[in-house]
């Protein structure tokens, strides 16, 4: 799969709450709704300024904070096409892996705001269209292959009933 | 091989003799979900096709985070929460009966080499008890309560080794608040951390879950401690479950080993907009709050509230301060009203609310006010944290908390001590 996109640029410890201020998330289960307030805390025009396939590019520790999976569900629902950081927290990584949104650990110096991205899930290569260069990415351990391949957790789980890494 | 405590608790649990860095499927002993994340998980739950939880006696919801509703939306989620427990005969925790992670250990859910996830953030709080405990997303958690089992990645062990006494009026906050500034907010990511040495193992359990709870505001996965006679005394008469202590090897592989010396240690608080940014409080010392907040699943145990009521006793707060009170648990409250605790903090002035975790999440009961300080015993002071990106919260042990209650601006609690 080739995700293209603009690139939107944020700093180190963007955390779950400037994601999607826990203010929202309790309220509804209706993520068109969150996707809405995406980002929101950290630029309250987000939403409006953003474009099918466009990607979130920040520094380290992306997703830092609470387990709230309705983080990576709404900048799924926002139809950012992905994440690219130098590293995430953990928690927000896993969840992001099994709700289907793709992240990517790559070297993020090397892209700018508003550059124009190009990503290859399958050969795991970040083309900056805009510089002409080629970002090495840190592939995904095995599991997170696997799940990803079947399309998330929920994919797996129905088609395996049961975890089945084999 | 020698083990941390992470990877003897991966390895029972997975029955593969697990190093850091392994691949593991494990099995759970207990499983977690709150009002903020269950109604999601109930979702996939569905999804993935469940039909029957692994074992009803492992799980349990809590409804915390929004209790009671203030929204009819949030209404909606509890009742969905409800009604899932009903059908599923599992536990519920419903409005009133505290925080999660209170409850969770309060009730004798988990004991020392135990495997648990909850689907919060601030889950291995538990690792003061000796059990190997993490947060999840709600994914995960539906994968959980269908199999009781979960992958992970068996994490590599930062040790801490923290010697030497606290001075009065210093406490486990201060120590945690001056760790996670030294390491950072993403300096223990995908690790677990081990904390030991003489300054915890003379620390009561109820200050030890403070320390472990804030692991994670340093990415940690868990937060680690040895079982010891004190922790075999809080989990008499809470838990028919048998421990199963499990202790680091002396030769254990360790990717860092911290040494701490906390006799000098001074009071310290976090200030906005990240946990890690962190000052001694001197730096910070009169500078006028608003609010002040003592609760949560960090600080607000009967501990951290008979510290406030002896700070308060007989004193009035200052007229231009509000001061909230959120007890961790019925239990916590209970006793408290027992001791003559909340008597005293009424006296003073507290707004006293009902157990759970609305104000540091900022669902309700305490949303400050554009530009106003905040100063909170919560683990996080994320921007909007409590319910207004143009507020300002710095983080304080529950003492320093009641002191700057009473004199309106931060101040050093050893002077009131
Ligand atoms: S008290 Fe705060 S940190 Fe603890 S579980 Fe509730 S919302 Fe999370």
Redo the contacts between chains.
Sequence with gaps: MLLKGKAFKFGNDINTDYIISGKYKFKTLDMNELAKHVMEDLDPNFYEKIHEGDMIVAGTNFGCGSSREQAPLAIKYAKISCVLASSFARIFYRNAINTGLPVIECDTSKIDAEDLLEVDLQKGIVYNKTKSIEIPVTPLPDVMIKILKDGGLIDHFKKHGDFNFE | MSKTIAEKIFSQHSGVDAYAGD?V?AQLDFVMGQ???A??AI??FN????EELFDASKVAFVID??APSP?E??SA?HKLMREFSTRKKHMLYDIGEGVCHQLVPEQGHVVPGDLVVG???H?CTYGAINAFST??????L??AM??G???F?VPDTIKFICEGTLQPGVFSKDLILRIIGDIS??GA??MATEFVGEAISTMEVDERFTISNMAIEM?A?AGLMEFDEKVEKWLSGRSNKTPRPVSADPDATYIQVINYDVSQLEPQVACPH?VDNVSPLIEVENLPIQQAFIGTCTNGRLNDLRVASKILAGKKIAPDVRFIVAPASRSVFLDAMNEGIIQTLVESGAAVVTPGCGPC???HNGVPSDGEVVLSTAN?N????M?N?KAFIYLASPATVASSALTGKITDPRSFI
């Design positions: 691949l499927v009002d903020g994340t109604p999601l979702n996939s999804e993935m096709g469940g985070h929004s929204l939306g949030v989620l689907a919060d953030s889950t947060g999840v997303g709600s994914t995960d539906a994968a269908i199999s089992k979960l992958w990645k907010a993403d990511t995908y990415g996965k990240t999440v900022g669902t996080r994320f921007k909007g944290r319910g990106s």
